[in-house]
């Protein structure tokens, strides 16, 4: 009797140890390089002439095996993300999250802000709150939300909120770097906040990633040469201009 149960306890430790062999499941790294295009790009030159500036295109990898759907289900909370307000602007100006996330949106101004998105993704509004204070939002459903001030007409900021925790952010060399990616089948997404909804959809594709690191190529996207940033309030109104050049608060 002895020696059966020392035999199943062997068994059920060999049984575990290939279950945590399963579970630690290897990764890679996926890089891409983003390369902005169209008349809107030359345009949009960074000094020394390094060419345009390539930042701020969200590159995301949706898994389409079940495993790595559970993986990316289960992925641990980590410490709030945060759009810091400071001198009159968002940092960052593109935020890419996992849906579910918190965003902390501490006011570094000396003075008001009132941050709002009544647009598509997410909506809110966060009031008025003063400097020193902060407020945060759940963002609970995928989408792309953009973000204003409904004092300041020159603020504005983008939370990208994806299905999936592979995801990144170009730099200005248009560089992404996407850790800790599990083999497997993705459907590669593309998002650019001067770019139009048909031409990042023609973006789209199915890539197979396997265990050693790897590179997606070049993105060409288009910029959309009618761009503007110009946006209403959170009344749909004009912004009205302060009473003099001065004036910071509301």
Request: proline share 8%; charged share 20%.
């Amino acid at each position: 009797m002895k020696r059966m149960i020392h035999v199943l306890g062997w068994l059920v430790c060999l049984m575990t140890c290939a279950n945590c062999a399963q579970g630690a499941q290897e990764t890679t790294t996926v890089s891409a390089d983003v390369a902005i295009t169209g008349a809107a790009a030359k345009n949009a030159k960074t000094g020394g002439g390094r060419g345009p500036d390539a930042s701020n295109v969200a590159v995301w990898l949706t898994p389409l095996d079940r495993g790595e759907a559970n993986a990316s289900a289960s992925t641990s909370k980590q410490k709030p993300p945060r759009l810091v307000q400071r001198n009159k602007t968002f940092d960052p100006h593109v935020l890419i999250i996992l849906v579910g996330t918190a965003v902390e949106f501490p006011n570094k101004d000396p003075f008001f802000h009132n941050i709002f998105s009544l647009y598509d993704g997410k909506r809110f509004d966060l009031g008025l709150y003063e400097a020193g204070s902060k407020r945060s939002v759940v963002f609970d459903r995928p989408g792309v939300s953009y973000l204003f001030c409904n004092i300041h007409a020159e603020m504005s900021a983008v939370v990208i909120a994806v299905e999936t925790p592979y995801f990144g952010l170009s730099d200005r060399a248009g560089h992404v770097v996407i850790s800790d990616v599990p083999a497997g089948r993705y459907r590669v997404n593309v998002w650019y906040e001067r770019s139009v909804p048909e031409a990042l959809n023609a973006l789209t594709r199915t890539v197979t990633i396997s265990n050693s690191p790897q590179n997606l190529g070049q993105i060409h996207v288009p910029a959309n040469p009618d761009f503007t940033a110009a946006h209403k309030n959170k009344y749909g109104l004009d912004y009205v201009p302060p009473p003099n050049p001065d004036y910071d608060h509301p």
